[in-house]
């Protein structure tokens, strides 16, 4: 595959889960949550927190979506080892971290007000887990891609 064809690919994948994750926190989040009020009403005053905390939820993982975008786009124009897209895929990680914690905050809250179940939880787990697994390989990936910059650039240098 090349370099060009798999900046289209990374950019395409890219917009599709930005279509997606817009599609799930502006239409499916607020069905879902109209129904759950509608049929448990001892939860009904949750919808609007539950709503703006997965719109808060949305703002890393679409600042993490537009540094891959970048990283795509810096791929297909060979620029693949540069310390930008080290910064980048640290940030990512960092972005991770936080959507992390931001699971463990809503963890702690639906304990709080006693309105979390064991499925939830698990869900709510593994999800952290994945996040928190995708911010090592993002850090890991940071590295490899500083060193990898420099080596270049020493290379370039070398006649």
Partial sequence: MTQKKLSKYLCFIVYFLALAGLFCIFVLAPKVGLSMAGKYQRFSHLY?????????????????????????????????FSKINSDRLRKIGIYCVMESVLIFISIVSLVVIRVLNPF??????????????LSVICFALSH????????????????
């Fill in 144 to 159: 490899l891609v500083m060193k990898a910059a420099r080596l270049q650039e020493e290379n370039d240098l070398t006649i």
């Fill in 48 to 80: 609007y927190p539950a709503l703006m905390f997965i719109w808060v939820c949305a703002v890393p993982f679409y600042l993490g979506l537009y540094a891959a975008y970048l990283i795509g786009k810096d791929i297909g124009r060979d620029k693949s």
């Fill in 120 to 133: 939830l939880l698990l869900i709510l787990i593994l999800l952290s887990l994945t996040v928190v697994a």
